[in-house]
């Protein structure tokens, strides 16, 4: 079955620097890959995602993620990170099959320290 | 503006009681889904649908059910069956054609 891994639990960044958060997913082909953000006690919202095609994929608020086939990894980056950036993080994949029904990571939290 | 509202944002409940959640969408969307959200798990699926009087199971379905009789409305019912029933409740929908899910507020129940 097809599983996804993001293997931080929580990371500490200070305001204005870079970002990235890992992960890596199980499955046989090449799925549909989506990062969301969650605030506490709130919905998820997605920041991007990528079906096929070029491999950086631009989301809002100024995150972007990377597809490598080879490392089976859609890891997330920010350039320099808002303390209002601070929430959780979710990864997960959908099957590629026009159904959609996604499988999350455990989700990273992050915080954005002054 | 479309998009899902789920009601009520906080429900509390006594142990043994059923209880019913709502998730309504106006986004004209096929498929809704149920999702479990529990501290360091991540989302766990319950019951998903992909049209109107059609649902599955999802990967953690005993001792909920649902119903999906109209195309804009997905309730769920958590059951005195619900072993652990104590989380955090988030509804979800999409088009059938591989796009992106767009989710509720949530609803975080309690059972004391």
């Keep these: 079955a097809q599983s996804v891994t993001q293997p931080d639990i929580h990371i500490t960044v200070s305001e204005g620097a870079s970002l990235e958060l890992r992960c890596n997913y199980s499955y046989g082909a090449t799925p549909y890959l989506f990062w969301y953000v969650q605030s506490p006690g709130q919905g998820l919202q997605l920041l991007l995602k990528y079906f ?51 499988v999350f990571g455990t989700g990273t939290r992050l915080l954005v320290s002054p | 503006d479309g998009g899902i509202t789920q009601s009520p944002k906080y429900l509390f409940r006594k142990e043994g009681q059923n209880v019913t959640l709502s998730c309504e969408q106006n986004l004209n969307h096929d498929a809704m889904y149920w999702y479990r959200q529990d501290p360091g798990q991540g989302l766990r ?23 999906r009789e109209k195309k804009e409305s997905f309730p769920l019912t958590v059951t005195s069956a619900q072993k652990n029933p104590t989380a955090f409740y988030l509804c979800a929908s999409s088009t059938t054609g591989g796009a992106e899910a767009f989710f509720g507020q949530g609803t975080r129940l309690t059972v004391v």
């Excluded at chain 1, 350039?79 to 990864?91: G, I, K, N, R, T």
């Excluded at chain 2, 049209?51 to 199971?57: A, H, Y």
């Design chain 1, 52 to 102: 096929s095609g070029d491999t950086l994929v631009q989301g809002i608020k100024g995150f972007e993620a990377e597809f490598k086939r080879s490392q089976s990894s859609f890891n997330l980056r920010k350039p320099s990170v808002h303390w209002s950036d601070a929430a959780e993080y979710f990864c997960a994949v959908a099957l590629n099959t026009g159904f959609q029904k996604l």
């Design chain 2, 45 to 67: 699926l319950i019951y998903y649908s992909q049209i109107v009087n059609d649902f599955q199971k999802g990967d953690i379905a005993e001792g909920y059910s649902v119903s």
